[in-house]
Structure formats: C-alpha cells, structure tokens
Nanobody, 125 residues
Framework: QVQLVESGGGSVQAGGSLRLSCAAS???????MGWFRQAPGKEREGVAG????????AYADSVKGRFTISRDTAKNTLYLQMNNLKPEDTAMYYC???????????????????WGQGTQVTVSS
C-alpha cells in the first residue's frame, strides 16, 4: 500500500516561490507521479506529471515555465518547485501515484491510484 504526504504549502505574495514535497511510503520508484490542484468551486486539475525515472515531464499550460516537477527516488520523494506564483495558483495541491502501465500526462488524473491529503497554497496579490 502506498501512502503519500504533502508538505511545503503556505501563503505567499504574487511573484513569490514555494517548494512542495510529497513523501511516499511504499514502492513508488516504478510509478508515474503527479501534482494536481483544486480551487474552491472548481474541479481538480492536473498541474504536472513525471515518469518513473524522471526522463519525461509534462505540465499544464498555465504553469509551464514557472513550475518544475522532480523526484528523488532514493528519498522516495516528489517535488514541485513553484516560481513566480500568481493569485490564480491558489488551491489545495495534491500529489498522486499511478501504477504501471502509467502515463504522466496531466490529463491522466483518472488513472492515478493513490492520493495524498493535500497542502494549501495561497497567493495574494
């Protein structure tokens, strides 16, 4: 069984940065991993995805050039570096893991098998 625990959320002003972490317990080294977010009143959406070895990454258009997804398989941890944050980035952020065969594209939300509880990111203008 895989358990995921996010951390690193908080409140920042527009233009600021945050780094989210997702610590995984259980074997996730051959899983695709992803970050998703959900703002109040909106559907959960894909933000970024990464392949098992990190050789492939995918991003939502709204975060390209500002966010970077990465993973440290030795630490069994997933990261999301968020720069130049905007008020519209305000949401609860979730990490997720997808068993093989997996697809790290951001549209693959329904295929993810395990989810964390989320960490809140609030960006003020």
């Amino acid at each position: 069984q895989v358990q995921l625990v996010e951390s690193g959320g908080g409140s920042v002003q527009a233009g600021g940065s945050l780094r989210l972490s997702c610590a995984a317990s259980g074997a996730t080294s051959n899983y695709c991993m992803g970050w998703f977010r959900q703002a109040p009143g909106k559907e959960r959406e894909g933000v970024a995805g990464i392949s098992p070895r990190g050789s492939y990454t995918a991003y939502a258009d709204s975060v390209k050039g500002r966010f970077t997804i990465s993973r440290d398989t030795a630490k069994n941890t997933l990261y999301l570096q968020m720069n130049n944050l905007k008020p519209e980035d305000t949401a609860m952020y979730y990490c997720a893991a997808q068993r093989q065969p997996c697809s790290p594209v951001v549209q693959a939300l329904p295929r993810y098998n395990y989810w964390g509880q989320g960490t809140q990111v609030t960006v003020s203008s």
